[in-house]
């Protein structure tokens, strides 16, 4: 009995980093009868987080010796390639050709899709969605003896199916992707028990394959345009499924989720009647949000991401996509009204964009009151149409992994350098430190835009946190530290500006506000010091800074956050 190994190297060790790329050529090819006969399939994954400095040899070498260690012989091994672990995957595959010279070593994801001619230490690549090809290429290379496959391999053969390349072979013309397979008749990973959810605490839920979108710097602007749905008794039994687990959090794989308003619709009432205690994460586009979703998304455990990117609807032009900003803004009204949790994602170093008008998105951004705003640089993936046109549109880039921008017409490299600084900065303070329910209501009082507030922050930390700057790894940081140096910064910039009034309601509002999120977030209650009375600082007074400050009596108290069977709640313990 021969072994297929489908392998993978995540991220990070989190519910979202989950290998369900291997894990559904684990498992069409496990639903193969041919293939079942004649050979066993096994899903590996790997964390390079948790690799990372904890053992002596390379992520790569421990890898490669990992797998030797665990099985006796590797026949056929099949590896999902992305852009976090390319390089690392690359080198794990010359050291098991050195070290298991029988074994067939074949790449397939994103990275393959790009450019599959691109790979040097494989002796296939498949190039698209996998499933059909790799069940094709098995079977062939299952027939085969040792012999007439290493002979098959060094002649160039790639059994002529669409999408499999030998990389002994000369192709002269461009790349075609592999067919596309009917995702009705796909087996779930999740159903046929590849993947262990208990491991992971959380899963990957792929509703849709496909995007009818073209945003030229993603991948999906050469990939299917038709979208092909998994059944909806597949995705109800995956949802029970996933209910029984126990685990906490999902992360909807669908980026056109509300685009179908009617399955939507269907799909959210599902997940309220079996699912309510699961946390779902969605990708929304904003256009798509009427009242009637908006109203539904809020009798869910949920959050949603909108890909904003831009606020300057002529640099969205530039990557093929739009922007109505009235509509935007109405739209996202509709889910601030119903209390529904959502985040946006900003991109600087998009053709035509510059630095005041990334600033300036931020500004944007955040009068929308996200309860997140993720920003990154732009990368040019290969195998995009951003990457056909990247050049001519200005754009320098990294030519290997992670692909980012150096520097563009409107961006030069000391601008994407400060970009990130920026970016940094913005995401400590707002992200990290918690900041959303109270950050607006002391920009107005302070009477300044959010990027203004961050080139401060930014210009602090500089000063008295260079590590940090250097480093800009907000991970690095725990929520007490985050609201320390929150703290230490207001401190010094109120004090310089005659706000000494709001020092101590800041920090009272960094403190009760940080109670409840540790509650939320973490199940934690705790008992925080105030200068303000609770009542006071969780009342609608406090939107308006000057007005509380006027108005409201010291109370110093200590207040006591905790859970009840109807949500958080707070009290005075001592006064």
């Given at each position: 009995m021969k072994t297929i190994l489908c392998?993978?190297?995540?991220?990070?060790?989190?519910?979202?980093?989950?290998?369900?790329?291997?894990?559904?050529?684990?498992?069409?090819?496990?639903a193969s009868s041919d293939i079942k006969a004649s050979a066993s399939v096994k899903l590996e994954a790997f964390s390079l987080e948790d690799i990372?400095?904890?053992?002596?040899?390379?992520?790569?070498?421990?890898?490669?010796?990992?797998?030797?260690?665990?099985?006796?012989?590797?026949?056929f091994i099949l590896f999902s390639v992305y852009v976090w672990n390319r390089q690392v995957l690359e080198e794990c595959a010359a050291l098991l050709k050195k070290s298991c010279p029988s074994a067939v070593i074949i790449a397939g994801g994103c990275e393959v899709t790009a450019d599959p001619l691109s790979f040097k230490n494989f002796d296939f690549c498949i190039s698209g969605e996998g499933e059909v090809s790799?069940?094709?290429?098995?079977?062939?290379?299952?027939?085969?003896?040792?012999s007439e496959l290493s002979e098959k391999i060094k002649a160039g053969c790639d059994f002529e199916i669409q999408g499999v390349y030998n990389l002994n072979h000369s192709y002269s013309s461009g790349t075609l992707r592999s067919v596309m397979p009917d995702v009705s008749v796909l087996p779930s990973p999740y159903l046929d028990g590849t993947i262990n959810l208990s491991e992971y605490g959380g899963a990957l839920w792929e509703l849709a394959r496909g995007c009818p979108f073209k945003c030229s710097y993603c991948y999906e602007s050469k990939g299917e345009k038709k979208i092909q749905r998994f059944s909806r008794e597949r995705l109800v039994k995956e949802l029970e499924l996933f209910s029984k687990s126990g685990i906490s959090q999902v992360f909807?794989?669908?980026?056109?989720?509300?685009a179908d308003k009617k399955a939507a619709l269907d799909m959210l009432k599902e997940i309220r009647?079996?699912?309510?205690?699961?946390?779902?994460?969605?990708?929304?586009?904003?256009?798509?949000?009427?009242r009637e979703l908006s109203r539904a998304f809020s009798k869910v455990n949920c959050a949603l991401q909108f890909g904003l990117q831009s606020s300057n609807p002529d640099v969205l032009k530039k990557v093929n996509r739009t922007l109505?900003?009235?509509?935007?803004?109405?739209?996202?009204?509709?889910?601030?009204?119903?209390?529904?949790?959502?985040?946006?994602?900003?991109i600087y170093g998009l053709p035509g964009d510059t630095l005041s008008g990334f600033k300036n998105s931020v500004d944007f951004a955040l009068k929308l009151y996200p309860n997140n705003l993720e920003m990154f640089c732009l990368s040019v993936l290969p195998g995009t149409d951003l990457s056909d046109s990247a050049e001519s549109l200005g754009l320098v880039w990294q030519k290997e992994a992670p692909y980012h921008v150096i520097k563009t017409s409107g961006f030069s490299q000391n601008d994407m350098n400060e970009a990130g600084l920026f970016s940094f900065a913005a995401d400590l303070f707002y992200n990290k430190g918690r900041a959303v329910p109270w950050f607006m209501s002391m920009i107005?009082?302070?009477?300044?835009?959010?990027?203004?507030?961050?080139?401060?922050?930014?210009?602090?930390?500089?000063?008295?946190?260079?590590?940090?700057?250097?480093e800009r790894n907000c991970s690095a940081y725990s929520f007490e530290d985050v609201k320390k140096i929150q703290k230490e910064f207001i401190s010094d910039f109120f004090s310089k500006r005659n706000f000494l009034k709001a020092v101590k309601l800041a920090f009272d509002l960094i403190e009760l506000n940080g109670a409840f999120s540790i509650l939320t977030a973490e199940g934690k209650e705790s008992s925080v010091s105030l200068f303000y009375h609770s009542d006071d600082l969780m009342s609608e007074a406090v939107l308006?800074?000057?007005f509380f400050i006027k108005n409201a009596r010291p109370y110093k108290n200590i207040t006591r956050v905790f859970k009840t069977k109807n949500g958080p709640d707070f009290k005075i313990v001592k006064k």
């Open positions: 392998c993978t190297a995540l991220v990070e060790t989190s519910p979202q980093a989950l290998p369900l790329g291997a894990a559904c050529i684990a498992s069409s090819l496990s990372g400095d904890s053992v002596p040899e390379t992520a790569a070498e421990f890898i490669a010796s990992s797998l030797q260690k665990k099985y006796k012989s590797i026949d790799s069940v094709s290429l098995m079977k062939e290379l299952l027939r085969l003896t040792s909807v794989l669908d980026p056109t989720y509300n009647l079996k699912a309510p205690d699961i946390f779902f994460y969605f990708e929304a586009r904003a256009e798509f949000i009427d109505n900003k009235e509509k935007f803004t109405r739209n996202i009204g509709f889910l601030n009204q119903d209390g529904v949790v959502f985040g946006f994602d900003l107005q009082y302070l009477h300044m835009k959010p990027s203004v507030f961050f080139e401060e922050f930014e210009a602090f930390l500089k000063l008295q946190y260079p590590a940090a700057m250097a308006d800074w000057n």
